[in-house]
């Protein structure tokens, strides 16, 4: 990746909060390159410091070391009104919405608009675009209490693009919301992604909207960025303990390794990177080994008509048999790993 397609970088980015019971890490040493026009996750447990991440690259919070380049120039060499009008673009939606409640939906999304300077009749018109793209062209007078948490954030969302701006941060934008509304606000970040050309930057705790629609992934732990690349090669093949937990566990940051019982039996995990989604690897290799597998886990999803993912399977108690299914997989270059 060239230097010229990265709209944000962080090079040894460090941020340091000074306290009254002593200084407290919260970033250390990150550095990540974020493709312009793409679609960049950042993943991690709570208090791990992706937070803090976002804020730093609009500049909410100062890095106490290292740079925050946008569009190739460091924030930190600007001064107080261009760090201002780099900021304008770099929208931002949040968990919790941050709504006017005594604004109706077409004052809230004009709100930012107003403060640039932009005269009512513009700003009106832009408002009214950003609500029809968002869907609420027919609520423009109703105001946040009237809303669902879905309509909410589709509010948000179209405020924070009425200043055209180039990168959208969503700081846990759908941990507040069910399921089925997570999947309609995630493919709306999708088109607003394809359609106009913006680069989102999505910050979450679970893996499901990373898979849903990111293109690469940072996975921060304990301050540092654990391993980073793109979602396809971290979900086939996570190298770090923690990316482990994300692929392994329910894809929630939070959440505890999945078990995988007591059998003292040998464990394999089967590594799909890349083959057929439409081949029934399981199926042939139970038959041409002619012994039965127990599949204890399986989390496998298909990307572009590949199998990208993982399965955990119990091997035969018998040696020889067992043997016969590893030999099976290393013949037909699968890649596998054996478990605990």
Known sequence: MTQENNIVRMVHMGKTFHTDSGDVKALDDINLDIKEGSIQGIIGLSGAGKSTLVRCINYLEIPTNGQVLFEGRSLGDMTAAEVREARKKMGMIFQQFNL?????????????LEISGVDKKTANARALELLKLVGLEDRVKNYPS??????????????????NPKVLLCDEATSALDPKTTGQILELLKKINRE????????????????????????????????????????????????????????????????????????????????????????EMTLACGVPVNILFANTREVEGKAVGQMVIELPEERSEADKITDYLTENTITFEEVQ
């Open 146 to 163: 009237q809303l669902s948490g879905g309509q909410k954030q589709r509010v948000a969302i179209a405020r924070a693009l009425a200043t």
């Open 196 to 283: 106009m050309g913006v680069t989102v930057i999505v910050i979450t705790h679970q893996m499901s909207v990373i898979e849903a629609i990111c293109d690469s992934v940072a996975i921060i732990d304990h301050s540092h960025i654990a391993e980073s690349g793109p979602v396809s090669e971290i979900f086939a093949n996570p190298k770090t303990e923690i990316g482990r937990k994300l692929i392994l566990g329910d894809g929630n940051a939070d959440s505890t390794p999945i078990s995988f019982g007591d059998s003292k039996n040998r464990k394999i995990r089967i590594v799909f990177d890349g083959l057929s989604a439409y081949k029934p690897v399981i199926s």
């Open 100 to 112: 006017l409640d005594q604004r109706n939906l077409l004052k809230n999304v004009t709100f930012p």
